[in-house]
């Protein structure tokens, strides 16, 4: 179990894709939108996330092209190189995300 004593505005999660002989982790993952951290928190009440980015590898550890997925309001874009293009939930939530980012609700 884990506690945040402070906890930030920003919360990134880095999961781990690559193991040590640089294989990488496929795997989709079911990607909540909103986290409800309740009891993982030192001296405040409930704590309440949500997700308003995610990045997203291809390629090996050896070489790849990053690509990132962003809401703004209730839409959800998808960003690669100079190609922006809008992207249903279900999509970015079925990604296989490396890094994702999630703001506190106040």
């Known amino acids: 179990k884990f506690y945040l004593k402070d906890p930030p505005l920003v919360l990134t999660i880095s999961l781990k894709r690559f193991n040590n002989n640089l294989s990488k982790n496929n795997a989709a ?3 909540p ?3 409800e951290l309740e009891g993982h928190c030192i001296n405040k009440g409930p704590l309440t996330y949500e997700l ?4 997203e590898h291809s390629g090996s550890a050896r070489g790849g092209h990053y690509i990132a997925y962003s809401r703004r309001g209730s839409e959800w874009f998808y960003f690669s190189d100079s190609n922006v293009k809008g992207m249903s939930w279900e ?3 079925s990604s296989q995300p490396y890094i994702l980012f999630y ?3 106040e």
């Open 103 to 105: 703001k506190r609700i």
């Open 91 to 93: 999509r970015v939530r």
């Open 33 to 35: 939108y909103r986290l």
């Open 29 to 31: 993952i079911k990607v």
């Open 52 to 55: 308003f980015a995610l990045s």
